[in-house]
């Protein structure tokens, strides 16, 4: 099971945020930074989120972001405010080994087509972010249906991968919530990468039988709650 160490940037910096709230956002550090510390600590593959983008200014990073992904030399997959084509396409061209679409990918799911006939559907992930069942969009200040059902349309469309995240207990660093996990893996034949509430090993080992992809570390992992070491470990990631 991939690893994948979250950099989210706001306003330029790297930081963690609660529940997705802006005004809970914690800063550490650069996000150059916080990558090459992770790489350090053994991480093969970032999972890097332009948070400005999500909150609907998807200019605002763009020279980090470029600079991150031309640097660092390794898989990184890319969301936040990847609202076209062209957006995804200019990221793809840049060296993105995918790009995440969430609110595009529910307004515009042909988008998800268009996408992987040009790329490749294992380039195209479609963002599954679920709170209480439901799909959640626009910074997750709204919510347009059921979760499973997005994960089946994207699908169909074309997307070669998921990116689950529960939103109920994102940023909470209380654990997973696994049932809903197992649904959507079950519903559908994509791989699925998990994020939300991952705070321990046994969280990790517990999506790894359930049949996760992949997961994505944020919170636990700034705080020092959950170690990368630990957490590649658990996820057997060589394996």
Known sequence: MIVFPAVDILCG??????????????????????????????????HIINLDGAFG????????????????????QLGGGIRSFDDAAGWLELGVE??????????????????????????IMAGVDARQGKIAVEGWEKTAGDYIDWG??????????????????EGLQRGIAPEPVARLIAS???????????????????????????????????SGKLSLRDALEAADEDR
């Open 98 to 123: 995918r790009v995440i679409l969430g609110t595009s990918a529910v307004r515009e799911p042909e988008l998800i087509t268009r996408l992987a006939d040009q790329f490749g559907s294992r380039r």
């Open 57 to 76: 200014d998807s200019r605002r990073n763009a020279a980090v972001l470029r600079e991150m992904i031309e640097e660092i030399g390794i898989p990184v």
């Open 13 to 46: 910096r790297c930081v963690q945020l609660v529940q997705g709230r802006r005004d809970t956002a914690t800063d550490f550090g650069t996000p150059v930074e916080c990558a090459r510390r992770w790489m350090r600590e053994g991480g093969r593959h970032l």
């Open 188 to 222: 559908v034949s994509l791989p699925v990468v998990v994020a939300g509430g991952i705070s321990s090993p046994p969280d990790i080992t517990a999506l790894k039988a359930i049949g996760a992809h992949g997961i994505v570390l944020g919170s636990a992992l700034y």
């Open 152 to 169: 089946r349309l994207f699908e169909t469309m074309g997307a070669g991968s998921l990116l689950y995240t529960n939103v109920d207990v």
